[in-house]
């Protein structure tokens, strides 16, 4: 009697069970065809295309070959090393909106962009539309002979050739542009005016190539205070690799001077896309990427000095440290989990053997003595002093290193001792900002003298303020777009929310020295510099 009770009671459980196992499957599927389509469904594949504004199918190069080292000098003329980061001459060409394959790309990125995304809606505004000059053959970076076409072998071997000596011609449609691997594609645009078009399409395929190439090559690049690598990828593209050395919560201890601070690999990432954002664009594309510390650094590397370095910690984590003047120790040793580490890939700029940089000195660099102030920080008058020297004295320089300066107050970046420009371009050409790793390292505290050049020189390009104003707007917000184009890093979240916070903070600083130089001023347009015209 008590044997058939519990079997009775075996019984009555399972079939309790089943009807709410069953029960729950229909709740399940009547919320599932209660909720709208849009609601349901992943946006996880059009992450990296809404941060750059393309849609996140289109077209990549398939599988880039190898460059030979003889087709790097067909192109350059010179015996550049790869060590030294040598990158093949530009070959001239200028993606242009007409030139086969570029317009249908643009429809691409527009068609790409996600209905609700504030980071599309800035740059279809009509100040991120303003014309830019036409761009002549001098005011490219590099200039070939356009109907030069390279091609593989009909062998199958990995060496570029030109086409007069190529077995086998390119397939039919294809121009010589489209041979061309996306690094060097980027090099190809840059000229007088900009580093990179605002609507460029290449921009998502070097992104993806900085985060996912192969890496064959890792050697630490020479100069500097604090460890970086220069990696190189197959088709012989490169890119400056910094590591991680701060988590994303921390902030730079108050009592550390700027000169000694960390350079912060997450810093590199948010820079690039802040100065696309401001409509700069003049640093360099960067990508977050997790390395493999055994197999893409240290069983690769041919830099003797830095295979010195590795070591296993006493946690069972690779770690190693390199040579430099900052941080290269055992007690600051880079150290991976247990092998896997973060870090900033920045596309690299044509080797200076190629196309020659001036590095100029700011004339509100700091003293970076502990001590000591420079001059600027004791003299009221010292843009007066500027003004009148060259190249500050004509042209749009000055008006440049303002937009600089907002950019480093942004990001709380103190470190702008020497800024650089292209040789050939002479002084009528955009500043690059280059090494931004000591940007973003405090958000609870802004330091204003980094505006000094806006508020003792009281001018700023009216492009920037009026941009500046757009961005402090609820539908533009600086933070939320900022946040948008992170978003779609490999490494994301890029920034810690206070970070981003911080940037609509001092967003209104700037804007409140603006308005202080333009209720002093007697001449509005001695303040606001008329750039645009009437476009706006």
């Known amino acids: 009697m008590r044997r058939r009770l519990q079997m009775f009671l075996q019984r009555k459980l399972k079939i309790s069970f089943l009807f709410l196992l069953f029960l729950a499957l229909l709740v399940h599927l009547v919320v599932d065809f209660a909720l709208p389509t849009t609601h ?8 990296a295309s809404k941060a750059v504004g393309v ?16 087709i790097l000098q ?4 010179s015996n550049g090393s790869l060590e030294k980061s040598s990158q093949p001459e530009r070959a001239g060409l200028h993606v242009r909106a007409g030139e086969p394959g570029v317009q249908q790309q643009h429809e691409e990125a527009n068609a790409g962009w996600t209905k609700g995304s504030k980071l599309a809606a800035l740059f279809e505004h009509p100040l991120y539309n303003t014309p830019v000059p036409e761009v002549t053959e001098k005011d490219k970076l590099f200039v070939v002979n356009p109907m030069e076409k390279f091609s593989l072998h009909s062998s199958g071997s990995d060496e570029w050739v030109s086409s007069s000596k190529a077995e086998a011609l390119l397939p039919t449609g294809k121009t010589a542009y489209d041979t061309y691997p996306t690094w060097l594609k980027f090099h190809i645009g840059i000229n007088r005016y900009e580093l990179y078009p605002r609507r460029d399409p290449l921009l998502p395929t070097l992104l993806r190539d900085l985060a996912t190439q192969r890496i064959v090559s890792s050697v630490q690049k020479s100069g500097g205070t604090q460890l970086k690598l220069i990696m190189t990828f197959p088709n012989y593209g490169q890119a400056l690799f910094k590591p991680m050395k701060q988590t994303r919560d921390q902030e730079t201890p108050i009592d550390f001077f700027y000169f000694s601070d ?3 690999h ?12 401001l409509d700069f664009r003049r640093i360099p594309p960067v990508s977050g990427r997790l390395v493999n510390i055994t197999k893409e650094i240290r069983d690769i590397t041919t830099d003797k000095k830095l295979a010195k370095t590795f070591f296993i910690s006493p946690a069972g984590n690779i770690c190693f440290y390199g040579e430099c003047s900052y941080y290269c120790s055992t007690e600051h040793a880079l150290c991976g989990k247990p092998d896997q580490l973060e870090g900033s890939m920045a596309a690299l700029l044509p080797d200076k053997t190629l196309a020659k940089r001036r590095s100029w000195r700011s004339p509100w660099r700091r003293s970076y003595h502990k001590s000591k102030k420079a001059e600027w920080e004791l003299n009221p008058n010292y843009c007066a002093q500027v003004r009148e020297t060259p190249p500050y004295d004509r042209g749009h ?3 440049d290193l303002i937009d600089m300066a907002i950019l480093d107050f942004l990001m709380g970046n103190m470190d702008r001792h020497h800024y650089e420009t292209f040789e050939k371009f002479g002084n009528d050409t955009f500043l690059l900002h280059l090494d931004n790793g000591r940007g973003f390292g405090t958000h609870s505290r802004d330091e204003p003298s980094i505006l000094a050049p806006l508020q003792q020189c009281c001018s700023i390009k009216k492009s920037t303020y009026l941009r500046l104003q757009l961005l402090a707007t609820q539908p533009y917000r600086l933070s939320d777009v900022l946040r948008e184009a992170l978003a779609a890093d490999p490494l994301a979240p890029v920034l810690a ?13 700037v804007l409140l020295a603006v308005g202080h130089c333009l209720a002093r001023a007697a001449h509005q347009e001695k303040v606001l510099v008329d750039d645009v015209g009437s476009w706006v």
């Open 74 to 77: 067909d192109f350059s003329g």
């Open 262 to 264: 960390f350079e912060r």
């Open 55 to 70: 849609l996140s199918g289109s077209p990549m190069p398939a599988g880039l070959k190898k460059l030979s080292l003889r």
């Open 40 to 47: 349901r469904s992943c946006g996880c594949n059009t992450k």
């Open 497 to 509: 929310e206070p970070h981003l916070q911080a940037l609509d903070r001092r967003l209104g600083k």
């Open 266 to 277: 997450n810093a590199e990432i948010a820079a690039f896309h802040l100065d696309r954002i």
């Open 397 to 399: 320089r000055l008006l």
